[in-house]
Nanobody, 116 residues
Framework: QVQLVESGGGLVQPGGSLRLSCAAS????????MGWYRQAPGNERELVAS????????TYAESVKGRFTISRDNAKKMVYLQMNSLTPEDTAVYYC?????????WGQGTQVTVSS
């Protein structure tokens, strides 16, 4: 059963923007904190942003603060990551999952490549 589906990645020039989307299927989605993660080649997967169940509390990795914005739509069971001022260091496969209470199966992720 596919539980998380990420989309919206692509090739973008430095300084550009992308908006990632994550479609979830858990019935208790609205009660769960959601997170966006990324994994670059040779690196471990890292949490870049998280958002609480009611979207009041958000957290960001230092490397993306001020450039990325996480949001959610509980009615649609969707989480978004708006990424601005992208740099080549943001190149990675991006995933969503539940950072609190245990992960579910990872989706395929969406590739983001920042290059001129």
């Amino acid at each position: 059963q596919v539980q998380l589906v990420e989309s919206g990645g692509g090739l973008v020039q430095p300084g550009g923007s992308l908006r990632l989307s994550c479609a979830a299927s858990r019935s208790d989605f609205r009660l769960k904190t959601m997170g966006w993660y990324r994994q670059a080649p040779g690196n471990e997967r890292e949490l870049v942003a998280s958002i609480g169940p009611n979207a009041v509390r958000t957290t960001y990795a230092e490397s993306v603060k001020g450039r990325f914005t996480i949001s959610r739509d509980n009615a649609k069971k969707m989480v978004y990551l708006q990424m601005n001022s992208l740099t080549p260091e943001d190149t990675a496969v991006y995933y969503c999952n539940y950072p609190i209470g245990g992960y579910v199966s990872w989706g395929q992720g969406t590739q983001v490549t920042v290059s001129s």
